[in-house]
């Protein structure tokens, strides 16, 4: 076991409006205690229209659950119609912001180079990026795994200093189990982790190998969460459709309990 403190985070997507943000935050902290973050971390990362509220009800009511974004742009201010920066989500008390989640590299085109400007851009107003990654079906069976998300790392954190990436957090995502029902087993998920935490290890250090936190993501639910987190470089989960039931969500974080 390592002293990596186990990090599952909630991505709601473009998914529930404030009013139902607010609901699904009250019914989680009614059925997740303080003695199960004292275990795990959790994020929860709604949709710009939500944070305020959920940063509302967590601060007054003092819910156990860090504020979490799914996007930013990496400039600080400026002609950037829709856009959102760093320095907006930092004043409203976010920990955690996920960077290149595979929709947005494939929906919306970003570039590993513009991703790691946003892993900059995140860690310059202290907030934690969470890296994503993963290869697709066809790179998988062309034997390609390995080589496109070593290749997503390297190029993602390009410039950072160990010491920021001990701090952080890579979500290994592969892009044929998000949202399909079909979860990678414990066993490629755990080699493909060990894969992020090797290239992690060749380009920054044994110490920021052995301090990041790696999250798998992809179809995790209540009933696979277990053998996921019991590998032992998967040190956490990025949960998508599964967060959107306090149900479901509270029994992932609860996953050292199931049978
Ligand atoms: P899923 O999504 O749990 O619905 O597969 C995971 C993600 O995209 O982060």
Redesign the pocket.
């Known amino acids: 076991m390592s002293d990596r403190k186990p990090l599952i985070s909630g991505?709601w997507?473009m998914n529930l409006n404030h009013f139902e943000a607010l609901k699904l935050v009250q019914e989680l902290s009614y059925q997740v205690s303080v003695d199960d973050v004292e275990e795990v971390d959790v994020s929860l990362h709604p949709p710009f229209t939500d944070i305020r509220t959920v940063q509302t009800v967590l601060e007054a009511d003092r819910l156990p659950f860090h504020l979490g974004a799914q996007h930013c742009h990496h400039e600080d201010s400026g002609a950037f119609t829709g856009e959102v920066s760093p320095a907006m989500l930092a004043k409203l008390n976010i920990s955690y912001v996920l960077a290149g989640?595979?929709?947005r590299r494939e929906i919306f085109g970003e570039s590993d180079a513009l991703i790691n400007l946003k892993v900059k851009a995140i860690l310059k107003y202290e907030m934690t990026p969470i890296l994503c990654c993963g290869e697709t079906l066809e790179e998988r069976d062309a034997g390609q795994a390995e080589a496109k998300v070593s290749g997503q790392i390297v190029a993602g954190l390009d410039g950072l200093t160990s010491e920021q990436v001990t701090n952080m957090v890579v979500?290994y995502?592969p892009i044929w189990?998000?949202?399909?029902g079909i979860t990678a087993s414990a066993e490629d998920a755990q080699g493909m982790c060990a894969v992020v935490r090797s290239t992690i290890a060749e380009t920054f250090g044994a110490d920021a190998a052995a301090g990041i936190r790696i999250q798998y993501?992809?179809?995790?639910k209540p009933n696979n969460a277990k053998e996921l987190m019991s590998q032992p470089d998967i040190d956490g989960a990025?949960?998508?459709?599964?967060c959107l039931e306090a149900d479901s969500f509270a029994r992932i974080i609860q996953y050292r309990l199931a049978e």
Do not use: F, M
Request: without cysteine.
């Open positions: 991505n997507k989640h595979s929709e979500a995502e189990a998000i949202g399909t993501g992809g179809s995790v990025l949960v998508g459709g599964a």
